[in-house]
């Protein structure tokens, strides 16, 4: 059974979320389907 969660990220984390999303925006746009920054927020919004 799952709990619900509720995760808050602050400072260096917020913005380091958000770069990270920035930078997948732009692999995205270049057509990138798999890289290191990709596997790393699917992990992070798996866990979220």
Do not use: F, H
């Not at 917020?14 to 990270?20: F, G, N, R, V």
């Not at 596997?39 to 866990?47: H, P």
């Amino acid at each position: 059974m799952n709990k619900p969660v509720r995760a808050i990220m602050l400072d260096e984390a917020k913005e380091a979320y958000e770069k990270l999303n920035a930078i997948i925006g732009e692999q995205l746009a270049q057509g990138t389907t798999s890289s290191d920054e990709i596997q790393l927020l699917n992990s992070i919004k798996q866990k979220l």
